[in-house]
């Protein structure tokens, strides 16, 4: 006769589990809402100060040029600048800022695209850079660094000798806006304080000379004024020619055949050098008048010069044969 079967008596691990599981939840989501109020007060209480190093933004990321010691300094300016400045789609920012950035010049940017992203006059992006620009928009190409102002105005890095009131007059302003901008630490000065060499300063509304923003080309200009080889070349063109110029649209003289840059662009190297196999064909790159046509005795070999207008022109060097002559 089988014996009959015990019932088991009932663990009490499961409840104290339970219990334990409970107690977990309220631990973590009080420690939750302690850190949001943490990180709440850390926003409120924490102010982005102008600061005598500029940002430094490069595409879609801003970072300070030097960097602050401390992670709890770093999360707390980062949360704050978060905070203070609203960022578009793309990482640029759309508000005002109290800070002025550097900007790396990215592949496809013009002078007007980074004013217009910036909210900012074009004329202040000269007059932001005038050594690195020195007013002239050729010399924008990819990888140099531009000043962005919060404002439109000048960025003027002092040469040691002029007072605020003689600044202030140079770019017509009053010393006020100079002493008292919020981008400058010179509250505490007057009109005849004198900046040290090497301090730049923000000119809120300043103003240099107007430069003239005509398109580079324009149709029916006077080309072969002067051939920008001289006279003393077999292949110099030694007419003046009238023809029509381009517009701006370069194109690649080399179409989609393979090639390789030689030389790029740069302030002691006004254009780019590209060399391909023989007997590759070659385009004008843009509408023009032929000033210069046969052999360059120092260096080009057979060499087309063709004139665009307005100072532009466009060299086609080391060439095995001709289809173009003067004019």
Not at 15 to 35: C, H, K, M, Q, S
Not at 106 to 128: C, E, S
Request: with cysteine; glycine share 12%; aromatic share 10%.
């Amino acid at each position: 006769m089988r014996s009959p079967r015990r019932r088991r008596a009932s663990s009490p691990i499961l409840p104290i589990l339970i219990i334990l599981g409970i107690l977990a939840g309220v631990v973590f989501a009080f420690r939750g809402d302690a850190i949001r109020s943490g990180l709440a007060d850390m926003r409120n209480q924490t102010q982005v100060l102008p600061s005598e190093e500029p940002i430094e933004q490069t595409g879609d990321s801003t970072t300070p040029v030097s960097e602050m010691n401390g992670t709890s300094q770093n999360l707390t300016a980062t949360l704050s600048l978060l905070d203070s400045m609203e960022l578009a789609s793309d990482g640029f920012p759309v508000q005002a800022r109290r800070h002025v950035l550097k900007y790396s010049v990215q592949p496809d940017d013009t002078l007007f695209g980074i004013a217009a992203r910036f909210g900012l006059n074009p004329d202040t992006i000269f007059w932001a850079n005038t050594e690195t620009l020195q007013d002239d928009i050729n010399l924008l190409f990819v990888g140099i660094e531009l000043y962005i102002l919060p404002v439109d105005g000048v960025y003027y890095r002092s040469n040691g000798s002029e007072t605020i009131a003689e600044i202030a007059a140079q770019y017509a302003v009053t010393p006020g806006d100079i002493l008292y901008s919020e981008f400058n630490d010179l509250s505490g000065d007057d009109s005849s304080y004198q900046p040290p060499e090497g301090l730049h300063l923000v000119i809120p509304g300043g103003r240099r000379a107007y430069l003239s923003w005509r398109s580079p080309i324009h149709t029916g200009t006077q080309s072969g004024s002067a051939n920008p080889e001289g006279a003393i070349h077999p292949g110099s063109c030694r007419q003046l020619y009238s023809g029509t110029g381009g517009q701006g649209d370069f194109v690649n003289p080399l179409g989609a055949t393979p090639y390789r840059t030689t030389n790029g662009f740069a302030t002691w190297h006004p254009g780019v050098d590209m060399a391909a196999d023989y007997g590759t064909p070659i385009y004008a790159s843009e509408t023009g008048v032929v000033v210069f046509a046969g052999w360059h005795r120092d260096g080009y070999g057979e060499l087309i010069i063709i004139d665009h207008g307005d100072g532009w022109t466009t060299y086609y060097g080391h060439l095995s044969k001709r289809f173009v002559g003067c004019g």
